[in-house]
């Protein structure tokens, strides 16, 4: 299984990778929604966790733009956001979002996410 | 815990490159640039500095990000205009943010009231309203999942959906052991399109009720369309799921469903709350059921088919090859293989693993590691050249393959060092983007009015560099704000305007970098530097000294001509330990002045610091090298044009100039055998232009060597820049035109 992280925090995505990796994932990365889109021309993934603030793509505006592709339309992705506020999530999920995880998150419950978007 | 901790320096290396981010942000809307992105930038910066913060526990640290995110939040919509006071109380809060970040790092506490007047203006100015839901800026960041509220008014199902009432535990399913004693869950599911553009897929929530309890799920289909009309999207079918779990809870069940939520319609209840074991009452076959169409095909049967609820559409567009109503089979515990593979007739998993991109456009490698390929790259290059010079004539005619391959070993190892540097150079931008707050300091300090400009922020030179510039260039720009730019009231006098403008900027030129400090002030007081100097015996009673010399007299060393000692510049250390710095990574200092007009300090440093092009040349017997870069020309002095000045020492005449001339064997001290017509004079240029005759008894050639420091390995000597080693594995002395220079000025003064 491979997952696809976008976020421009260096730590969130060590902290992804760490956790992802033990639990068995292939883990592929990109810092702002343009690279994550980028990732997903030329590579094919299981399930993506972006987050919702990033410079040169905002997360929604990824999400959009992978849904809008068409070519990705059952590809689960997860918002990663430390915001509670619907607001937020409810802009990911119109946009095409699946689920979101909290953070900080914990290891098991990250990965109950995944299984849980995840066929 | 190592995990953690490198977690910990990977944060922590982030918000250093974050603060930093900050500060040039900040510096580019105090010059007036307010637009969004800038404004997006600073938001995202704390943002992410507070993210990371919360995953650590860093409560202090959270909760001041968090409240001066809300006013950035506010600011960024216009809710708070970013006024000038505003802009001074972000520019404060940056700071309080890099010591909250500083105390973290150290594992230590601020004081418990440290930034609270901030935060309390923060507040003020947002009138407490938070941006996010709760208030409580620590809580925010709960582990847990918020419990989502069931639309239960939407229970209903839509008009026109063939609904098959679900009897009690017990009827004519085959109905598994029911634990069901408290009853049982109906939950009545319909997606809405959205649900399946989000990829959200029912099979997938089945599979997580099935964790909570028993459950059977039964498919109620819509009319579908002939296939021409079908929409893979279109919503044709809606469930309806009993679910045996005792000790589930209404917001366990809706947890499940939290993804959904508003893109579907939903109604959980429990019902037939039992006390007993279930004692079934005449089984109601779901035949009898009013809208028990041949459509009706059980979720359940579909789900054991198809891997996909889209395919289990599919599926049941096929005729039924019988009633649908009397096959629901079970579907607890949905087979695990859904949890394995999946290769859904989508675009995913198509053709083989295709890995040649790798994802990111960027990788982060220690430092230490390019380190050591750059030496391993160094040691290549002594050895490959020392493999050329033991190519002697003889063996050359002999084997011409092997001096082939020594070529392209040369080029290979020369293209291999270039990219090795590369790797290692960043933009100066780093070290600029300090300034400008630097300079804030300084105007409020010196009550002066200055202005900063920069260019040449993008000029790459390599990260040591970088890292040992920033102080040099620091004290240059406190120098010239302290002593260079005069008071708004001496400008005015002087007819300049109020406002004097220091100017930093970097460029390329050859081999070098050079990064320019200029400003508008009063230029350097000669009269005055002249007089100290001589009082200090830097320079002689009667010695003469041109006006760029005396300029230069700045950075010699325990040189300050501040009347008083400022907080600003004279804090014990002088230019010349701007000098010794800046030496110390291989660069010099010029320096030029204009009375009334300005001072233009010049650093010219290295592009890197390892390699250096060189001339290797020979005095009394041993080996020095003289860097390229600041090379003229040579000439034999059989043909040079000496002449002695009244003064007893020598010049040489080139093209009508008069040049100074440094024997390097007097100079070192050393006997040379060599006659004097058979050495030859090498002109150098050292910094501002100025040209050098230094005399060597023979020249060797061209070539690269590795700059080893002679202060680590040994001590610092005047007019040796450095040491190397020699392909023969002699050690040759890297002479240091400049400090020839100087090295003439101070022994004459002596």
Known sequence: MRVLTVDDSRTILA????????????????????????????????????????????????????????????????????????????????????????????????????????? | MSDLDDFKATYFDECSELLTELEEQFAAIESGDRSGDRLNAVFRAIH????????????????????????????????????????????????????????????????????????????????????????????????????????????????????IPVAGPGDSFAAPPLSGERGHWEIHFTPHRELYARANDPLLLFRELAAL????????????????????????????????????????????????????????????????????????????APAAEPSAVPAAAAAEDAPLSFAALAEALRPAPKPAVDAPAPATALPPRYGGGYDGANDRRTGPEDRRATGVQSIRVDLDKIDRVVNMVGELVITQSMLTQQMDETLRARYQE??????????????????????????????????????????????????????????????????????????????????????????RAAGKPETGTIRLSAEQAGGSILIVVEDDGAGINRERVLQVARDRMVVGPDQQLTDEQIDQLIFAPGFSTAEAVSDISGRGVGMDVVLSNIKKIGGSVHVRSWTGRGTRMTLRLPLTLAVLDVMLVKVAASPYVIPLSSIVETIQCARANFSRMP???????????????????????????????????????????VKMAVVVDDIIGQQQVVIKSLEENFQRIDGIAGGTILGDGSVALIVDVQGLRSGIAHKSAA
């Not at chain 2, 972000?90 to 594992?107: E, K, L, M, S, T």
């Not at chain 2, 901030?118 to 938070?130: H, I, M, N, Y």
């Not at chain 2, 800026?137 to 008009?159: G, K, N, Q, S, Y």
């Not at chain 2, 392209?408 to 790797?423: E, N, W, Y």
């Open chain 1, 15 to 119: 902290m992804l990778h760490h956790t992802l990796a033990n639990a068995g994932f292939e883990v592929l990365q990109a810092e702002d929604g343009q690279q994550g889109l980028d990732v997903l021309e030329t590579e094919n993934v299981d399930v993506v966790i972006t987050d919702i603030n990033m410079p040169v793509m905002d997360g929604i505006e990824f999400i959009r733009r992978v849904r809008a592709t068409g070519r990705h339309n059952s590809l689960p992705i997860l918002i990663l956001t430390t915001e509670t506020s619907q607001d937020k999530r409810d802009q990911g999920r119109a946009a095409g979002g699946t689920g979101w995880i909290v953070k900080p998150f914990d290891p098991e419950k990250l990965i109950n996410v995944i299984h849980r978007v995840l066929h």
């Open chain 2, 402 to 491: 092997l001096v082939r391959g020594l070529e392209v070993l040369a080029q290979t190892t020369r293209g291999l060092q270039d990219s090795v540097m590369a790797i290692r150079a960043q933009p100066v931008k780093s070290v600029f983007s300090r300034m400008p707050r630097l300079m804030r300091e300084l105007s409020a300090r010196t009550g002066k009015k200055i202005r900063l400009e920069t260019a040449g922020e993008n000029t790459e030179i390599d990260k040591t560099i970088i890292e040992q510039l920033s102080d040099p260039l620091t004290h240059m720009i406190r120098n010239s704000a302290d002593h260079g730019i005069e008071t708004p009231e001496a400008r």
């Open chain 2, 48 to 163: 992410s500095i507070k993210g990371g913060g919360s995953a650590f526990g860093f409560s202090a640290l959270v909760g001041f990000a968090h409240a001066y995110e809300t006013l950035l939040d506010h600011v960024r919509d216009g809710r708070v205009e970013l006024s000038e006071p505003v802009t001074v109380l972000c520019i404060r809060a940056n700071d309080i943010v890099a010591d909250f970040v500083a105390a973290a790092r150290a594992g230590e506490e601020l004081g418990a009231g440290y930034g609270a007047d901030e935060k309390a203006q923060f507040d003020a100015l947002t009138r407490g309203d938070d941006g996010d839901d709760d208030g409580a800026p620590i809580e925010e960041f709960d582990l847990d999942f918020v419990p989502v509220m069931v639309d239960l008014e939407r229970a209903d199902p839509p008009a026109g959906v063939a609904f």
């Open chain 2, 647 to 689: 003064t007893g020492s020598r010049v040489l005449q080139v093209r009508g100039e008069y040049v100074q001339v440094v024997d390097l064997a007097e100079r070192f001290e050393m006997h040379t055998d060599v006659a004097a017509e058979s050495r030859f004079v090498v002109l150098c240029e050292a910094e501002g232009g």
């Open chain 2, 213 to 288: 309890g028993d459950i059977q799920v039964r498919a109620e289909l819509r009319p579908i369309p002939p296939l021409a009309d079908f929409e893979p999207f279109g919503v044709y079918c809606s469930w309806q799921i009993t679910l045996y779990a005792p000790s589930a809870s209404e917001a366990e069940i809706a947890e499940v469903f939290e993804f959904v939520d508003g893109n579907c319609d939903l109604s959980i209840a429990q019902v037939g709350l039992r006390m007993a074991a279930p004692a079934p009452a005449a089984p109601v076959p779901v035949a009898e």
